[in-house]
């Protein structure tokens, strides 16, 4: 029994390494003629810091675009409830 069960899984086992040694030669052949590689998926604390620091740019650049706008929006009157000297 225990023959059995090793030459079952010897069956399925051997394809499935002799397509992976394939794939990957394939792949390494590819990447050295040029082929583009991908890019690593990118672990939570490196998605969290890029995501903090996306965010931050984002705030600062409406923080600029109000600041912008304001300044493009000035008509020279005096605004309502402040000082009129």
């Known amino acids: 029994m225990p023959y059995i069960v090793a030459g079952i899984v010897l069956l399925f ?3 499935s390494l002799w397509f992976a040694y394939r794939q990957g030669l394939k792949d390494g052949l590819a990447i ?3 082929a583009k590689t991908i890019e690593p998926i990118p672990t939570p604390v490196e998605y969290i810091e890029k995501r903090r620091e996306a965010k931050e ?3 600062q650049e409406d923080l600029f675009a109000t600041g912008l706008n304001n300044l493009m ?3 020279g009157k005096p605004q309502e409830g402040g000082e009129n000297k």
């Open 13 to 15: 086992l051997c394809p």
């Open 32 to 34: 050295r003629e040029g």
């Open 57 to 59: 740019v984002k705030r």
């Open 73 to 75: 929006a000035y008509t």
